[in-house]
């Protein structure tokens, strides 16, 4: 039984998941509230669940890039329960969450989530036995500079606002997600984790860090 978190920007996500089925999803925008949201929206979903803490077996918990505030909480809460109830833990990259959604093809997928100041956080994928698998490091890039790097039909997807779609609809070179699968769902990171679970990789809980991302610097790689 997994209970997975992303609170790596303003959308947050709580998930149940036993492999099989998920049992509770929950999905929202927190206007800067996630302290006070998370912790009651994991006890919620576990009761909906039926299930309790000493039901699970492992812990997922998105790893950024993000901000500071939402990653610091969310890694907070997840390794309290880990250490409480002895608990492994698997981090999962942020970008590597919104990129599961989107059908797998031949074209290169750019994931994005938005880095303050104009800026968008890039991670690049392309399909590796049938799966989106990351490919160099993550740019931190303004949008001209964005479709300046897309040289060859590409998808993209992730936290794409309205004056984004607006500016690329028309774009030779570029295919936008639909906005239902934009939009991070923790199911995924419920997925990304249980493979790793499956396969017996999992984290150092104490050196499990967020990967912090700094408002119009430079992301490291």
Request: hydrophobic content about 40%; some cysteine.
């Given at each position: 039984?997994l209970?997975?978190?992303?609170?790596?920007?303003q959308?947050?996500g709580?998930?149940?998941?036993d492999?099989s089925?998920v049992?509770?999803?929950e999905?929202?925008?927190?206007?800067?509230?996630?302290?006070?949201?998370?912790?009651?929206?994991?006890?919620?979903n576990l009761?909906r669940?039926?299930?309790?803490?000493?039901?699970?077996?492992?812990?997922g918990?998105?790893?950024?890039?993000?901000s500071f505030?939402?990653?610091?909480i969310g890694?907070?809460?997840v390794?309290?329960?880990?250490f409480?109830?002895?608990l492994?833990?698997i981090g999962?990259p942020?970008?590597?969450?919104?990129?599961?959604?989107?059908p797998?093809t031949?074209?290169k997928?750019a994931?994005?989530?938005?880095a303050?100041?104009?800026?968008?956080?890039?991670?690049w994928y392309q399909?590796?036995?049938g799966?989106?698998?990351?490919?160099?490091?993550?740019?931190?890039?303004?949008?001209?500079?964005?479709?300046t790097?897309?040289t060859?039909p590409?998808?993209l997807?992730g936290?794409l606002s309205?004056?984004?779609?607006?500016?690329?609809?028309?774009h030779?070179?570029?295919?936008?997600?639909d906005p239902t699968l934009?939009m991070?769902s923790?199911?995924y990171?419920?997925e990304?984790?249980?493979?790793?679970?499956?396969?017996?990789?999992?984290d150092?809980?104490?050196?499990?860090k967020?990967?912090?991302?700094?408002?119009?610097?430079p992301?490291?790689g």
């Amino acid at each position: 039984m997994l209970l997975g978190v992303d609170t790596s920007t303003q959308a947050v996500g709580v998930v149940i998941y036993d492999g099989s089925q998920v049992l509770c999803e929950e999905s929202w925008i927190s206007r800067r509230f996630h302290t006070v949201e998370l912790a009651k929206a994991v006890s919620e979903n576990l009761i909906r669940a039926g299930l309790s803490a000493n039901d699970l077996d492992f812990l997922g918990v998105a790893t950024g890039p993000g901000s500071f505030t939402g990653l610091r909480i969310g890694l907070a809460l997840v390794k309290g329960i880990a250490f409480t109830h002895q608990l492994p833990v698997i981090g999962v990259p942020t970008l590597d969450i919104t990129a599961r959604a989107v059908p797998p093809t031949d074209q290169k997928l750019a994931a994005v989530l938005q880095a303050g100041r104009n800026r968008l956080a890039v991670g690049w994928y392309q399909t590796v036995d049938g799966h989106w698998a990351p490919e160099g490091k993550i740019e931190n890039l303004s949008l001209e500079e964005l479709v300046t790097r897309i040289t060859k039909p590409c998808l993209l997807t992730g936290e794409l606002s309205r004056e984004i779609r607006q500016a690329l609809v028309d774009h030779e070179l570029i295919t936008l997600a639909d906005p239902t699968l934009a939009m991070r769902s923790p199911k995924y990171l419920a997925e990304l984790a249980w493979e790793r679970w499956r396969s017996g990789d999992v984290d150092d809980v104490l050196g499990l860090k967020p990967y912090y991302l700094h408002k119009g610097d430079p992301i490291p790689g």
